[in-house]
């Protein structure tokens, strides 16, 4: 099967590693309108296909799937004419930048059978899957709360917000984990560096479920410290995934509050577990899974629908954002 990636961008080139790696040079080429980047795609990968523009990828029928990591903007534009086309679509997040938009890419990948999947990576990393199987097995017991800290000094976007830009990786886990959507969307921000151009540095997106779980996400790209840490706070154990941690990304705390058969309260004080996982490249997990799910004919982990779901959520924490201006 041939593959083409439109856009080389910094995180382009690591969608060209993964998939030169799974399905051989020659079935992959790339596509970017920056002869520099193609340049430097071509000193790294002696041999590979390039070509400058989209619509070149597109009419070429031996291409069976497309990966788009172009600007958000440009995401929906891309994805349709390749689906029109009759191609998969493996595109960045977010999926389009308005509803309908996603809802209409949705509907064209069902109608022709089309695998269309969003690059949701954390979803797909080794943690976050073990998370999840802790939780759906009732090993943290109910779950009260969930906390992540995704924090950095840099890279500053000049056309997109810190919610778009960095929200949807921890959007993308809470509906996972969760398999569910909120009830209640708020958003509070700052706007420091950019004035002129009113784009939020640092956001503090709060979401509640049906379920009653509360979670809370803290986004900055104007913070001291690099931080990349989900809580997890369940009524029999607690965990914490800490992707800073080179070996040790999960801690898991026998820790809780318990009521006395006296009616108090006691706090209750057990073991800390690191558990040994086996650590692999989510990208790469990622890259392999869409690959799989063309073969066999599987609904992706993080579909259009996924997509669609993030999105939402987006919209709705923008919409309080600008409210809570």
Known sequence: MELSIIGAGNWGINLVRNFSKILGLNSVS?????????????????????????????????????????????????????????????????????????????????????????????????????????????????????????????????KENVLWSLGPHDISVFLYLLNDSPVRIEASGGIYVQET???????????????????HAHLSWLDPHKVRRLTVVGDKKMIVFDDMEPRNKLAIFDKGVEWTEKGGISVRYGDICLPSIRLYEPLKAACEHF???????????????????????????????????
């Open 30 to 158: 790339v596509c970017d309108l920056d002869e520099n980047r193609l340049t430097l795609v071509k000193s790294e990968y002696a041999g590979i296909k390039t070509y400058r523009k989209p619509g070149e990828i597109i009419d070429i029928s031996q291409i069976k799937a497309v990966v788009i990591s172009t600007p958000a903007e440009t995401h929906y534009e891309i994805a349709k004419k390749a689906l029109l086309a009759g191609k998969h679509v493996f595109v960045e997040k977010p999926l389009s930048l308005e509803i309908k938009e996603a809802e209409e890419l949705i509907e064209i990948a069902e109608k022709n059978k089309l695998t269309l999947m969003v690059d949701h990576l954390l979803v797909y990393h080794p943690v976050v899957c073990e998370i999840k199987k802790l939780i759906d097995n009732g090993e943290l017991g109910s779950i009260y709360y969930f906390y992540s800290q995704r924090l950095n000094l840099g890279v500053i976007r000049s």
């Open 197 to 215: 151009q009113k784009i939020e540095d640092a956001v503090f997106l709060h979401l509640n479920f049906s379920s009653g779980v509360d979670a």
């Open 291 to 325: 690959i799989h799910c063309i073969e066999q004919g599987k609904r992706p982990k993080s579909d259009g629908n996924s997509g669609l779901e993030v999105l939402k959520v987006l919209k709705k924490a923008q919409e309080s954002l600008e409210k809570n201006k």
